[in-house]
Structures are given as C-alpha cells and as structure tokens.
C-alpha cells in the first residue's frame, strides 16, 4: 500500500526554482547570442529585454541566495560573539606576560652575551698558547706533553665557545609546550621615498608598475583626466 502523499513531491526549493528560470533564459540567450552581430531595432529591443529579464533574474537569485544564507551568518556571528570575550583575554593574558617577560630575557640575554664573549676569549687565549708550545716544541717529551695538553684545551675551550654560541636564553615551566625566547623582529620607516623608489624601479621595476597602475586606474575612476605618463582613452560598452 503506497504512503499518504506519495503523489505529492515536496514544493520545489528557492535554488530550483533559479535553475529552472535560468535554464529557460539560457535557452532564449542561445538563440540570440549566436555571434551574429544585431541588424535592427526590433532585434535591439528583444536582446534588451533578455538584458532586462537577466537583471531581474540575477537580483532575484542573489535575493534568494541571501535569505537562505541570513541564518547561517546570524548563527556564525552569535558564535563568534560568545567566544570572543574569552578568546580576548586568553590574549590578553598572554601578551601581558610577554611584556612581564621581556625585561627578563633581555637580562638573560646580555648575560648570554657575556658568557659567550669570555669563553670565546678563552678560546682564543687556549689557542694560541698551543701555537706558542708547538713553535717552541724542542723535541723532548715534556714540550710534548705540554704541547698536546695545550691542544687539547684549546680544543676544550673551542667547545664551550661554541656552545655558548648557540644556547638560547629562555623561560620555561614544567609542563609547557615550548620555551618562552625573545624573537628579533625588524621593522621600517621610510626617510628618504626617492632613493626607495630608484631602488625599487631598478631591483623590482615589475612591483613599482603595477602599483603606478593601480594608482592611475583608481585616479581615473574617481574623475582624472589628466596625469602625467598616463594615456587616458574612453571605451563604451552597453550598461
């Protein structure tokens, strides 16, 4: 025994409703738009109104597409909204701590400094102490002992050097994901905008043009006739 309202098929949705309309109007654009160029007025007047149908149309979608989507976006933005205190103080947090820290790791990194400067001092006083023996080596055992004991301090000194060289100041607490360092960033302030632009036309002319293009398009569309090194033409298309 068949359902209740098997004959019935639920109404058609917003979305297919477009497609069918614009299934239609992609028939009768087909039938004009054949490359064939217009020949008369009343051929003008018909394109006009598949113009005019085709407006309609796409008012009509973008309508349709915005209150199925309204919703959603109204959801979105609730969501966003009740998590946004918490996020905004989880970085609050994390900045201020940062800030706390700064001073900190400055001073851990001077000390840093100073501690690869000594040993690297050291380093260098082990070596040549060892160039002195080896030169004055006479060829009995005790200069060669003192040579080699020597060498190999120098070689002792090396490696502190070089580790010294390369530990990171930082902070970080039992549990942390990764340590807390200071990160070197660089930033810039344009004195002299000539000598940048002479630098850019010659070591990235490609990024200067298309800059100065931009900046003439947009001179023109909002009512420049005239700039200099610019050509300004006129096209028409239907509007």
Not at 15 to 30: F, G, N, P, V
Request: charged share 35%; aromatic share 4%; glycine share 4%.
């Amino acid at each position: 025994m068949a359902e209740v309202g098997h004959n019935n098929p639920p109404p058609p949705t917003p979305l297919e409703e477009a497609r069918e309309l614009l299934s239609l109007l992609d028939l009768e654009a087909s039938a004009w738009f054949d490359g064939k160029p217009i020949e008369n007025q009343a051929q003008a007047d018909d394109v006009a109104k598949l113009i005019d149908a085709g407006r309609k149309a796409e008012k009509q979608f973008d309508a349709a597409r915005k209150a199925e989507k309204d919703p959603h976006d109204k959801a979105a933005k609730a969501v966003d909204a009740a998590w946004k205190p918490v996020i905004t103080d989880a970085k609050r947090i994390v900045e201020i701590g940062k800030g706390a820290q700064t001073p900190w790791l400055m001073r851990l990194e001077a000390e840093k400094r100073a501690k690869e400067e000594a040993a690297r001092k050291e380093a260098e006083t082990a070596a040549e102490e060892a160039r002195r023996l080896a030169a004055e080596a006479d060829g009995s055992l005790a200069a060669a002992k003192a040579r080699d004991a020597a060498i190999e301090e120098a070689r002792r000194a090396e490696a502190v050097a070089l580790r010294a060289a390369t530990d990171k100041a930082g902070a970080k607490g039992s549990g942390m994901a990764r340590t807390i360092s200071l990160r070197t960033t660089y930033r810039s302030q344009v004195t002299e905008r000539r000598a940048l632009l002479n630098h850019i036309a010659v070591t990235d002319p490609e990024s200067l043009t298309a800059f100065i293009e931009e900046w003439a398009a947009k001179a023109v569309r909002a009512g420049a006739r005239e700039l200099p090194g610019v050509h300004i033409y006129e096209e028409k298309a239907a509007a």
